[in-house]
């Protein structure tokens, strides 16, 4: 503790009082070694004396026990944001998990690098074998972390994170990497040594005395990617390590570049000056590979200190907040893709975010121009569709076509680098299609088409939403007045941070969010609020009996049972039990997605009691030309029927609908009159019993 504490010291320009101040505060709230952990690499990230102490803040829960200023508070709450939101179970709402965490993140930069802090504890804490919730986190840091730190710059963790996730989550490969890498050291070493001895020889002679030369292995993760990509074995690869030079200029850079190729043969095609054209994250430096006295490849990277210190710690966080505002710098550019995505985040749903964080992550860059030589930069994969819509929405919603250097293009093509790109529109234009969806690469032209449909068809999206989540409120047996009140709407509203019902039953009738989801948070509160005995009244956990809602588990109808979240099973529909810890059983359907990652052991045969005579739940297949009123057509029918919807899935393909329905019927004679009606309604095909 003393040693981080001097180290704090050490680093901010703190006044007596504030050093004496965050010294009790240490002492009075013992801090662990993950703290010590995390707030040393805050600090050799280089972020400012608030985040340090707004991590320590939020980790001990420490707001209203202290007075704290208005930076610090902001920055633990928005800290605090990014905690587990309970139990997830389905990819949807752990998708919509790591959307309001990346929304937290981004109202200020340093949380992200705090978070990346806590990440890299986290993943390299991890029990051997890790646990279900280890892997997920893993693979997160796989997909989105690591990728995230190369995007800001710090190359140096990305790589220490991707070699934690090839270590436990293929540890095999990784054990075998360690083990042939390592019969290489002494040979590797001997060479090291000898380049390095002419190296130090040709910065003798440029007279560059703050020059230092470092060599290092390379990351295990690295060496694998190379091995997967090109598909050779390890023997095959040969530049497992890599030399630095470090000087002061940038002329410094090219001088000793040309001094070493006057030395040794380069590769041919491995020179790479990301001096003259960084990567999009920043990173500057120049690579090239140079065969060494032993016939083998060697790597070598020159750079500048300054360079260098941003190659390993990134941008520089304390001087950018997200939407502060203020004049436009470097920093900001190197960062726009991250503020559309999240300028975008409110029209794309938690499935379209994620795929286009992803997107962005790790897709290169392109940059192309206006017929007027303005230049735009875009992901790798973008479309003529994707630069309509950066130029104004307008001309986006009115496009017909575009030209790449003068020839007319469909709007789907992809852009390369340096194309001159116009936008043809029309004012007869209907606006945007559903399969521009699946021809655009960015997070804003996905937002703003989307944000065509929602608002062209808002009301209609509303009445169907609000249906929907009325029916699913009766078919659990309760009455959606009571259970779609003011006070409950407004902590599931807080949820998904929407402002009026309107909203959430446009984003329900639209599918942005699923029924089920938004009920059972409702259905929830509702229980919460009115403290109904579980016993008896809970709606997902009761204590069965032979009824028409009774569930058989391994012939007892007598077990505390709870209905699972992420598949709905109904009444009829074949089923399995999980013995939950402390919780019962819960019940899914035998096909459930999820059951692959329960304890197999755990599982148990579970039957649906009795069902009364009459009592039948019909499948219909309904194929439909596009049509975005259809779902609110057929919710409205079946209601009107007063008939139960179970459930309904939509799927879209060649420009037609699917949908799967499932409708509790009490009489055999009302299949037909449901097939009949459904049959009326506009742009339906066919309508069959599955």
Known sequence: MNKIIEKINNSFNLSAEDKDFFNRLFEENNPSQKDEEIINNLIDYKLDYS?????????????????????V???????????????????????EVLRKQFIAMCKDIRVIVIKLCQVLYDANHCDIPPTQKQRELLLNVRNIYAPLAERLGFNSLKSTLEDLCLKNLDPEIYKSLEENVLLKKEENAKQIELTKSRFEKILQELGLKN??????????????????????????????????IIVDTVEQCYAVLGKIHGIYRPMEGRFKDYIASPKPNGYQSLHTTIIVE???PLEVQIRTHEMHKNAEFGVDVAHWVYKEKRKTTDLDKKLSWLREIMDASSNLSPEEFVETLKTNLYSGRIFVQTPKGKVLEFPDGATVLDFAYAIHTDIGNSCIGGKISGKMVPLSTKLSNNDIVEIITSPNSKGPSRDWLSMVKTAGAR?????????????????????MIELAIKNKGLQPTKVMTDEIFEKVLYYYAFNTPDELYATVGYGSITTTQVVNKLVREYERLNNQD????????????????????????????RFAGCCTPILGESIVGYISRGRGVTIHKSTCQNLRYLEQERLIKADWADMPSGYKVIELNVVANEDDRLISNISLLIANLHFGIMSLETKR????IICDIKIKISNPADKDKILAEIKKINNVLEVNEK
Do not use: C, P, W
């Open 73 to 95: 508070v902001s920055l633990a709450q928005n800290l605090n944001a990014l905690k587990d939101y309970g139990d997830v179970i389905t990819r949807q709402e752990e998708d």
């Open 211 to 244: 020059a230092i030369i470092t060599s290092r292995q390379k990351h295990f993760s690295s060496v694998y990617k190379k091995i997967k990509q090109k598909n050779v074995n390890l023997a095959q690869i040969y530049d497992l390590v890599a030399m630095r």
């Open 534 to 561: 579980i016993q008896t009244s809970r709606v997902n956990a009761v204590v069965v009996k032979k009824n028409k809602d009774g569930v058989l588990v391994d012939g007892d109808s007598g077990m505390l049972i």
């Open 294 to 296: 032993n016939e083998r």
């Open 447 to 467: 937002s703003k088409i989307n944000s065509f449909f929602k608002h062209e068809l808002k009301e209609e999206y509303i009445k169907t939403g609000k249906t």
């Open 51 to 71: 985040s340090v102490l707004a991590y320590f803040v939020d980790e001990h829960n420490l707001i209203g026990k202290h007075t704290f200023n208005n930076d």
């Open 653 to 656: 393909s060649l420009n037609r």
